[in-house]
């Protein structure tokens, strides 16, 4: 598959393999299972998988601490199972990115074994240590519920040592040079096996420099840029997307001239697009869009509405996250670090016409989308598990034992009460042309049958009603008028006199005469093209 910027307007689909199918009956998603859902994912238009990471890991943090990044964890399947599901997914059309994990490694990595047990170790210096824990004072702590600082004291390297994220994932030492040409040597390894790129986890925090934050410092971005550079002349049509929480003014560092990332998440929209449809006001959208710059035209930003962790609100103030916390965690225990460990569909109290609309968001401002699995069925959460694995259930496809996920017993307790998979799966949904996942899907086919969709022309239109989100998508021949109604009321939204014309209704597939006001059902939405 070749074509470099494909990118620039693709549907992103995120998987975690253990909870997607298991082929085996062992209660754990494999990389078989998803070979066998790959039809699904095309059915549904996605053009590029993200799975979460399958590596050998003892999973204190779910994958993202790796004990070996060359190999796949067998309860997942074997490097042969994955280069099949690369070719089967090829040959549909669908790309796979992994993730890639840089900064830092589990502490049952052999480099940690070694580094703590042997002060002499060519691996001592592949981390970051200290005497004292006052070095780099005053650095954001990220797992605040669980981490009370970034250094832990080791008893066997008679040293503290660094790490941004939990306790059992040190922080590996940048300024290495050896570690440095690993993390290539890991990037190599999986492109050359036909992995279509990254999203590279957590690039802010590779460099700890006294005096600052420790953050997305000059000596990280040359780091990636050089990782750049390699995939560039070796594997073309790769991509890294960068796992970064920053406002879009900082995180346009990564993108830099086009020669760093291809991709960004938009991390300060989403949280705005959940707040917008809470204050029943749009402006909090227009606002961070006005402030998000122009980027170079071989890049892209990547939007969502959920992912595998918290929803984080982390970017809005706090007044905001109170009024959020209040509308969308009302219970103590949706709640983690700075936000909700709640999926789409409850956050949103099931109601499907705010579930559609933000989808409408997702679906038509500029940006590659990323859809998390099983939102698109309006997939629920189970609160009893700990941390963010009450979002990671096991993918309802069917109503029989189990949901179709499994022939064994589940990996983990399955979601209950109102979203169980006897009331939301996959089976139920395609039936009816009336589903969540049937108007998803038409959303994505519209969203390519329109190339004024997937490109990044936006221009607000003033409809005199703030709970109206208006804008036009494209130009000339193609141009697309989308309104959101963000509010639980009827409203008017004034149409401006140019915008006054025929069009059609792309939903329904029938005209649409544009008069100089539209009346919007509450939280609904409308794409007339003109
Ligand atoms: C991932 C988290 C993970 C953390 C540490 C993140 O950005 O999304 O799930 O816990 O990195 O690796």
Same mark, same amino acid.
């Given at each position: 598959?070749?074509?470099?910027? =494909?990118y620039k ?26 070979t066998e ?7 549904l238009?996605v053009?590029? /998988? =993200? ?14 601490d790796i004990?070996?990044y ?5 309860? $997942?399947?074997? +490097?042969?199972q994955?280069?099949?599901?690369i070719?089967?997914?090829h040959?549909?059309g669908?790309? /796979?990115?992994?993730?890639l994990?840089?900064n ?6 052999? =480099?940690f ?8 170790s ?25 981490e ?8 066997k ?11 059992t994932?040190p922080?590996l ?14 990037? !190599? ?7 279509d ?5 957590a690039?802010?925090?590779l ?14 971005h040359?780091?990636?840029?050089r990782?750049r ?9 790769a991509i890294? +997307?960068?796992e ?12 830099d001239?086009?020669d ?8 300060? #929209? ?9 204050q029943g006001? *749009?402006? *909090? ?15 892209q =930003?990547?939007?969502f ?8 609100l ?6 905001e ?7 969308y *965690?009302p ?7 700075l936000g909700?460990?709640?999926? #789409? *569909? ?5 109601d499907?016409?705010k ?8 679906f038509?401002?500029p @940006?590659?989308?990323?859809? $998390? ?6 997939? @629920?959460?189970?609160?009893?598990l700990?941390?963010?694995h009450?979002?990671r259930?096991?993918m ?5 034992l ?8 589940p990996?983990t307790e399955?979601v209950q009460?109102d ?5 939301? %799966?996959v089976?139920d949904?395609?039936k ?5 996942l !049937?108007?998803i ?22 409809t005199?009603?703030?709970a ?11 141009? /697309?008028?989308?309104?959101n109604?963000?509010?639980?009321h009827?409203q ?9 014309t025929s069009?059609? %209704? +792309?939903?329904?597939?029938r ?5 100089a006001?539209v009346?919007?059902?509450? $939280? ?7």
């Amino acid at each position: 598959m070749t074509n470099s910027l =494909w990118y620039k307007n693709a549907v992103f689909y995120e998987i975690s393999v253990r909870a997607f199918k298991d082929s085996d009956g062992d209660g754990h998603g494999d990389l078989q299972g998803l070979t066998e859902k790959l039809d699904y994912l095309k059915d549904l238009g996605v053009d590029c /998988i =993200w799975i979460m990471p399958i590596y050998p890991s003892p999973l204190r943090d779910d994958g993202y601490d790796i004990a070996d990044y060359y190999s796949v964890d067998k309860t $997942y399947g074997s +490097l042969d199972q994955l280069k099949t599901l690369i070719e089967a997914a090829h040959q549909r059309g669908i790309r /796979i990115i992994t993730d890639l994990v840089l900064n830092h490694t589990s502490d049952e990595h052999p =480099w940690f074994q070694s580094a703590r047990a042997d002060k002499n170790s060519p691996y001592r210096d592949y981390y970051v240590w200290n005497d004292d824990d006052k070095k780099y004072a005053g650095v954001r702590i990220i797992f605040q519920d669980v981490e009370t600082s970034n250094w832990t004291w080791d008893e066997k390297a008679v040293q503290y040592f660094w790490h941004r994220f939990y306790s059992t994932q040190p922080d590996l030492n940048f300024d290495n040079p050896n570690v440095q040409d690993e993390m290539l040597n890991v990037v !190599r390894f999986w492109l050359s096996m036909g992995i279509d790129g990254f999203r590279v986890d957590a690039p802010t925090y590779l460099f700890e420099r006294e005096g600052t934050n420790c953050e997305s410092l000059p000596e990280t971005h040359a780091y990636l840029k050089r990782m750049r550079r390699m995939i560039d002349a070796d594997f073309p049509n790769a991509i890294m +997307l960068a796992e970064s929480n920053q406002w879009p003014r900082e995180l346009i560092q990564y993108f830099d001239n086009g020669d760093e990332f291809h991709m960004a998440f938009h991390f300060p #929209l989403m949280p705005r697009i959940y707040l917008a449809l809470a204050q029943g006001d *749009a402006s *909090a959208i227009v606002k961070i869009l006005n402030d998000t710059p122009v980027i170079p035209a071989n890049c892209q =930003w990547t939007t969502f509405l959920r992912n595998h962790d918290e929803l984080t609100l982390e970017m809005v103030t706090d007044e905001e996250r109170k009024l959020m916390w209040r509308e969308y *965690a009302p219970e103590e225990k949706m709640i983690l670090n700075l936000g909700i460990r709640r999926r #789409l *569909a409850p956050i949103l109290n099931n109601d499907r016409r705010k579930i559609e609309l933000v989808n409408s968001l997702l679906f038509t401002l500029p @940006g590659s989308p990323i859809l $998390y699995y099983g939102d698109e069925i309006g997939m @629920g959460d189970n609160l009893n598990l700990p941390d963010r694995h009450g979002v990671r259930t096991p993918m309802q496809w069917d109503d029989s034992l189990h949901a179709g996920f499994s022939a064994g017993t589940p990996f983990t307790e399955m979601v209950q009460g109102d979203y169980h998979y006897l009331k939301v %799966n996959v089976a139920d949904q395609m039936k009816s042309q009336h589903s969540l996942l !049937r108007t998803i899907q038409k959303m994505i086919s519209l969203r390519k049958q329109y190339a004024a969709l997937g490109g990044n022309q936006l221009e607000w239109v003033e409809t005199d009603n703030p709970a109206v989100l208006a804008y036009l998508r494209g130009q000339g021949d193609e141009a /697309i008028l989308v309104l959101n109604n963000l509010s639980e009321h009827v409203q008017v939204a004034h149409i401006p006199a140019e915008y006054q014309t025929s069009g059609q %209704n +792309l939903f329904e597939d029938r005209p649409y005469i544009l008069n100089a006001h539209v009346s919007l059902q509450p $939280y609904s939405y409308l794409w007339i093209k003109l």
